[in-house]
């Protein structure tokens, strides 16, 4: 296996609707090639008009250039999606779902020159569903994962900061990167823990800055004045791909940097 420092991988935020999908089509070649990214990861549980996953989605960001995709709680959402995900290894869904659930929660990944990187996803339980304690999941995968690869990647899909920030230090030193998602509001705290592991509590997302977390904001805030049901779209205006890019060092998986991306569509 090829073995050298600074290895750059790109990870991608909640993915949002058409016009974040229109984003990571426009803007991922470029930014592979000028950023000289190695490995890229993008969640996508809210990619199908924000809410769920198609297998034809899928299907489209592994084709503009997106090597594994992690999900969430909405993963579910796109009944389409039970049968495909069984046999599509590179879609993640939370591994601390039942176990009878479908499909897996993580995966060692092949980067076609010789580097493993090995990737999985947990839920968060504060404000969140019944979800198994992703703390203890953690260490079992971690364990599993180490096995094959010391370049571990955790998307740590939770809504409590609190929670996010104390896995970061759960799991400093034992994983490369614990990256947050699902709040859609990326966080300025990047940083390299004392014992080299990457960590922010949330990337962010890809869709519209015009808009509630990526949604229409008139009836967003409709929703909020009536407290009745409203019918959310996604929002198509002033969109950006956010997301960070995580430097490391393939010799001892710890994080060399980590630093914010913030790149206008429209």
């Known amino acids: 296996m090829e073995t050298r420092a600074g290895y750059s991988i790109l990870f991608i935020g909640d993915i949002v609707g058409e016009a974040g999908r229109a984003a990571v089509r426009a803007l991922l070649p470029d930014l592979i090639n000028s950023l000289r990214i190695d490995f890229v990861i993008a969640n996508c549980e809210n990619a199908a008009a924000g809410r769920g996953i198609t297998p034809k989605i899928t299907e489209d960001l592994f084709g503009f ?4 995709l992690t999900s969430g709680n909405h993963i579910w959402d796109r009944q389409e999606i039970v049968p495909y995900i069984k046999n599509e290894s590179r879609l993640l869904r939370p591994a601390n779902y039942p176990r009878s659930t479908p499909g897996s929660g993580h995966g060692i990944f092949g980067d076609g020159k010789g580097i ?10 504060l404000f969140m569903d019944s979800f198994e304690c992703p703390f203890n999941y953690a260490l079992n995968l971690i364990e599993e994962l180490s096995m094959h690869t010391n370049l571990i990647i955790l998307d740590f899909h939770a809504e409590a900061s609190s929670e996010k920030i104390a896995m970061g230090w759960y799991l400093d ?3 490369s990167a614990v990256l947050g998602t699902h709040t859609h ?20 997302m890809t869709g519209s800055m015009d808009s509630v977390i990526g ?3 008139e009836k967003s805030i ?12 996604p929002a198509d205006k002033n969109i950006s791909l956010n997301g960070v890019i995580v ?3 393939t010799l001892t998986g710890k994080g060399i940097s980590i630093r914010r991306v913030t790149i206008p569509y429209n």
């Open 222 to 233: 409709k929703r909020f004045l009536t407290l009745m049901p409203q019918r959310l779209e």
């Open 173 to 175: 030193g034992k994983v």
């Open 247 to 249: 430097e490391l060092d």
């Open 65 to 68: 250039g997106v090597d594994v």
């Open 215 to 217: 949604m229409d904001k």
């Open 116 to 125: 493993q990187i090995g990737v999985f996803n947990l839920c968060g339980k």
């Open 185 to 204: 509001v990326q966080t300025a705290d990047e940083r390299i823990l004392p014992n080299g592991t990457a960590y922010i509590t949330d990337v962010g």
